[in-house]
């Protein structure tokens, strides 16, 4: 019973961040700027950014159904096609090249440089989360700790993204907007990195984190502080 009720948060993690996706997806549709940027001024999440995240959100929410082969098959291949996506930007920027992925479904007339291009810690972002969901869920045996890490440093990059919002800073990831992680695209990631993390709330690090003892209430601290404190350092 207590697994069932975990299992609900990814579910509607994936739910609220396909959502998210789609009505970005609709800004760029009806070149919509409250829906591509949230306000003005902030970075516009790219098309190919709102499809990799909306695969990850689908691939989120049918492995929080628990399904049998044939459905972890078809969250594999989600998966697949969002990594898919990161490693070609990641290759686009690593070598000059232009694959033509940028703007196949749309013009971005408001990037001077790279335009649709998602930026290069979003791509490596998606990566890690795509890599987590292999470790965690899709492989035959099963490395929950590593998997469980690399959701960590999704959901502490999302975190630093925030709060470089909120606290006017930009030394987190540069000042060029291309390097810069969008708004809605922070909020999403910290959705599928913390549902991510609950679709096996009794496995590996996540295990210690619940406990209801001493050593999970510091671990909990530790995590805490590990994702809060850089920036305020800075």
């Known amino acids: 019973a207590i697994r069932k009720s975990f299992l609900k948060v990814p579910l509607i993690t994936g739910a609220l961040t396909l959502l998210v996706c789609i009505l970005v997806g609709f800004g760029w549709a009806f070149d919509n700027n409250a829906l591509k940027h949230v306000l003005d001024g902030f970075i516009s999440m790219k098309f190919n950014t709102a499809l990799a995240l909306a695969s990850l959100a689908v691939c989120q929410m049918i492995l929080s159904r628990s399904p049998k082969t044939l459905g972890r098959v078809v969250a594999g291949f989600f998966c697949l096609f969002s990594m898919a996506i990161a490693v070609l930007t990641l290759a686009e920027y690593a070598f000059h090249l232009n694959f033509g992925i940028d703007e196949f479904?749309?013009?971005?007339?408001?990037?001077?440089?790279?335009?649709?291009?998602?930026?290069?810690?979003?791509?490596?972002?998606?990566?890690?989360?795509?890599?987590?969901?292999?470790?965690?869920?899709?492989?035959?045996?099963?490395?929950?700790?590593?998997?469980q890490i690399l959701f960590l440093i999704t959901y502490m990059v999302s975190i630093h993204a925030l709060m470089e919002y909120g606290l006017d800073l930009e030394e987190t990831f540069g000042s060029a907007p291309h390097t810069r992680i969008a708004l809605h695209t922070a909020f999403g990631f910290i959705l599928l990195s913390a549902g991510f993390l609950l679709l096996n709330p009794f496995k590996g690090y996540m295990r210690i984190i619940l406990l209801r003892s001493a050593g999970g209430s510091l671990a909990r601290t530790l995590v805490v502080a590990l994702i809060f404190a850089p920036p305020l350092i800075k």
């Open 105 to 147: 479904f749309f013009m971005d007339t408001g990037s001077v440089a790279y335009p649709g291009r998602l930026a290069p810690v979003t791509a490596l972002n998606l990566i890690f989360l795509g890599t987590g969901v292999f470790l965690t869920n899709l492989i035959r045996r099963r490395q929950f700790k590593a998997g």
